[in-house]
């Protein structure tokens, strides 16, 4: 069954337990194969936080008022995030906990600088699309972007967002437009939506997917193993073995183990590959930067209650600049949070004055390529600690992006102006990667050089990070490297 060395059931190991280690789990899991999973796996504490410890100062999205995905584990190396904000999860099913849903494949556009294309993920695309609710509708984006084999009724629009499809799709603008994509069960014979409005501060239906309630419910022989933070892979008499510490700081020694597959977060798998002494002290981490931006387009509010996740996507392509994801959002009591809060003097603003202006704007969240947006430096220390640092990218062009939004609100009638969008900073939108992309230390079956059979299935391998949501790509790839590295 499995011929890189004729054991007819290998020992496995799988680190973490976010959305790659979930690909990867069931992708050895269709073969009949079993595994082990090792994971830090924090999970809820008995208290809540409005303060998560990584925030430097810029609001984090909890989950029903907790920041235990932010958190750092007790023992092992530390991060100094800088000035970014950048981080790692540490949490059981790690940043699906607080993720927004999105979900879209790449395009041979957006991978022109890998060393795979489309047509290499494409099946993998249907391999998690089959184990994952999605939402998605056969509309304006399917041009760009194939639909899922399987997928659900998608959640339904605002009076105003549906009516500007509406008026899109008549008027064939520029642009792909379309509903949201969203990893949300949502059925007409089982469990669906019932349009609370409270998706941003967490589903008390459960419909919006998250790898943690996957580790709960194992075949037998398949293992999950917290409190297990991994410091290092060695080799010891031609076996694979690794180092891990728990939560009291006592390290313990595993294995050996036949095949390991690395998905910890590109942050934490760089830190692990450079204390196993495979890569370099000094990398750099890619990033797709956010703007968040109000789009004005008056009329009625929206349809009470609705949805607080994206509902439409839309993909914005100019010569001038790499190609653009737009997502747009319906006014919220959270959006009106979060303005109060990214805009202190608001605060000044009587609630009712400021709820009636924000209730005419929309909100758009444009996500740019890596390649037009700043980076961050990676230095790890003789400690193993990690330290990062912004390093500005002097062709970001995000003026040109912001003219190309501009432009196209004109086309649609809405208005958009560029002096109130605000940049975020370099690892605010979390799509993120590129530590120790495919070709230079990792080749591109995902294996690494000079480790037999230790895989990398995170970002971390990603070459770019084109803009739009990133989940749906890290997943497939990591089925495609689980599935080379045990055929």
């Known amino acids: 069954m499995w011929s890189n060395c004729g054991v007819a059931d290998p020992r496995i190991l799988i680190v973490g337990s976010g959305p790659s280690a979930f690909a990867a789990a069931e992708m050895i899991s269709s073969k009949g194969l079993t595994f082990e999973v090792y994971d830090a796996g924090l999970i ?37 995030l800088g000035d970014t904000m950048a981080s790692q999860s540490f949490a059981l099913g790690g940043f699906s906990n607080v993720w927004g849903a999105t979900i879209l494949p790449y395009t041979d556009d957006d991978l022109k600088s890998w060393p795979i294309s489309f047509s290499d993920l494409q099946k993998y695309y ?73 998706c941003i501060i967490g589903c008390d239906f459960g419909l ?38 728990d939560h009291h700081g006592k390290v313990f020694n595993e294995g050996p183990f036949d095949l390991m597959f690395l998905g910890a977060g590109p942050l934490e798998t760089f830190r692990i590959l450079n204390q196993s002494k495979l890569v370099s002290d000094k990398t750099i981490l890619k990033d797709s930067q956010i703007i968040f931006a109000p789009v004005f387009i008056g009329g009625n509010t929206y349809r009470n209650p609705g949805h607080t996740l994206s509902q439409l996507f839309l993909r914005l392509e100019n010569n001038l600049v790499h190609p ?37 704007f929309i909100y758009s969240l444009i996500y740019l390529d890596s390649e037009n947006s700043d980076h961050i430096s990676v230095k790890s220390t ?40 605000k940049k975020g900073r370099a690892g605010e939108g979390v799509h993120y990667g590129g530590t120790v992309p495919f070709n230079s230390a990792v080749n591109s079956d995902g294996s690494v050089g000079g480790f037999p059979n230790l895989y990398i299935i995170d970002s971390s391998t990603f070459n770019t990070i084109p803009a739009g949501p990133i989940t749906f790509t890290i997943m497939a790839n990591s089925a495609r490297v689980t599935d080379l590295a045990t055929s």
């Open 44 to 80: 809820y504490p008995n208290s809540k936080s409005a303060s998560p410890k990584n925030a430097k100062g810029t609001v984090r999205k909890l989950i029903f008022g907790f920041d235990f995905p932010y958190r750092e584990f007790s023992e092992g190396p530390i991060i100094d």
């Open 126 to 198: 249907d391999f998690i699309s089959e184990r994952i609710p999605i939402a998605a509708d056969e509309d304006g984006l399917k041009a760009k972007y194939p639909l899922p084999r399987r997928y659900y009724r998608n959640l339904e629009l605002s009076n105003r967002l549906e009516q500007l499809l509406i008026d899109f799709s008549r008027n064939g603008n520029s642009g792909y437009l379309g509903r949201s994509r969203l990893a949300v069960q949502n059925s007409t014979d089982d469990k669906a939506c019932v349009y609370c409005a409270k």
């Open 208 to 245: 919006i997917w998250n790898a943690n309630s996957y580790w709960y419910s194992l075949k037998k022989n398949q293992k999950y193993f917290p409190n297990r933070r991994v410091l290092r892979f060695f080799i010891e008499n031609n076996s694979n073995f690794v180092e891990f510490v």
């Open 324 to 360: 653009i994801n737009v997502q747009l959002y319906e006014y919220s009591e959270e959006v009106i949070s979060r303005v109060r809060k990214l805009v202190p003097l608001l605060r000044l603003v009587p609630k009712r004055m400021l709820d009636l202006i924000l209730s005419k």
């Open 382 to 421: 003789e400690t193993g600690n990690l330290e990062l640092r912004t390093v500005k990218n002097l062709k970001t062009n995000v003026g040109t992006a912001l003219k190309s939004v501009e432009k196209w609100c004109g086309e649609n009638g809405l208005y958009f102006s560029r002096f109130l969008a």
